[in-house]
C-alpha cells in the first residue's frame, strides 16, 4: 500500500540544523506533492509547507521562510526537510504526508509518514 | 492560539453518539473545504473526512462531517472504545495562504 517512511530520531544543539527525509513507496513520487507538519510535544498540528516533486517548486509557511528548505530526489522517490537555526520551540514530532499537485488549497493530507521527533537540547 | 477553534475535550459512552465543532472564519471555512483528522494515541494522523462530508475507504459509515457557514462538525455515532483519540478540524486559509487546523479535541470514551 502507498507508505511513507520517514528517517529516524534526531538530537540536535541549539543553533544546528536538521534534515529529514521522507521515502515514498507503492506510487508515482512525481505525481503527489508533499506536505511537511509539526507537532510540538501535547501540542496540535502545525503546517509548514509543501514540496512539489515533479516540478521542485515550493512553498512554505510564512513562519518557518529562510529557515526551512525542502527539497526532493526523484531518482530514489525521497522528499527532505531541513530546518536550520534550530530553536528549543523547534522540538517537535515532524510529518511528511501526501497531497495532490492541485493548488495547496484543494489538497488534502494522505497518507501520513510515521513521523521523525527532533529534539533541540544543549 | 489555533485558528481554527475545538472544543478541548469530549466524552461518550459506549454506542453514544458525539459531535466535535470547528469554528473558524470567511478565510478559512467559510471559503474553503474542511477536513478531518484522526490521531490515536502515539500514532500519526490519518485523514477521516475530506472535502466537508466525503469518506475515504476504509473509514466506518459511523464518521460523518457537515459543514455550515463558518462553521464545521464531525460526528461519530455508536462510539467505541476504539475511537478514543485526538480529532484536528484543517482548512486552507486564503488570508494565510496557509493551512491551519484546530487545536485538537481529545475523546474520551467512558
Known amino acids: 500500500q502507498v507508505q511513507l517512511v520517514q528517517s529516524g530520531a534526531e538530537v540536535k544543539k541549539p543553533g544546528a540544523s536538521v534534515k529529514v527525509s521522507c521515502r515514498a513507496s507503492e506510487y508515482t513520487f512525481s505525481d503527489y506533492c508533499i506536505h511537511w507538519v509539526r507537532q510540538a510535544p501535547g501540542q496540535g498540528l502545525e503546517w509548514m509547507g509543501w514540496i512539489n516533486p515533479k516540478s521542485g517548486g515550493r512553498d512554505y509557511a510564512q513562519k518557518f521562510q529562510g529557515r526551512v528548505t525542502m527539497t526532493r530526489d526523484t531518482s530514489i522517490s525521497t522528499a527532505y526537510m531541513e530546518v536550520s537555526r534550530l530553536r528549543y520551540d523547534d522540538t517537535a514530532m515532524y510529518y511528511c504526508?501526501?497531497?495532490?499537485?492541485?493548488?495547496?488549497?484543494?489538497?488534502?493530507?494522505?497518507?501520513w509518514g510515521q513521523g521523525t521527533l527532533v529534539t533541540v537540547s544543549s | 492560539q489555533s485558528v481554527l477553534t475545538q472544543p478541548p475535550s469530549e466524552s461518550g459512552t459506549p454506542g453514544q453518539r458525539v459531535t466535535i465543532s470547528c469554528s473558524g472564519s470567511s478565510p478559512n471555512i467559510g471559503s474553503n473545504y474542511v477536513y478531518w483528522y484522526q490521531q490515536l494515541p502515539g500514532t500519526a494522523p490519518k485523514l477521516l473526512i475530506y472535502?466537508?462530508?466525503q469518506r475515504p475507504s476504509g473509514v466506518p459509515d459511523r464518521f460523518s462531517g457537515s459543514k455550515s457557514g463558518t462553521s464545521a462538525s464531525l460526528a461519530i455515532s455508536g462510539l467505541r472504545s476504539e475511537d478514543e483519540a485526538d480529532y484536528y478540524c484543517a482548512a486552507w486559509d486564503d488570508s494565510l495562504r496557509a493551512w491551519v487546523f484546530g487545536g485538537g479535541t481529545k475523546l474520551t470514551v467512558l
Open positions: 472535502r466537508n462530508d
Open positions: 504526508a501526501r497531497g495532490t499537485l492541485r493548488p495547496p488549497k484543494y489538497n488534502w493530507f494522505d497518507p
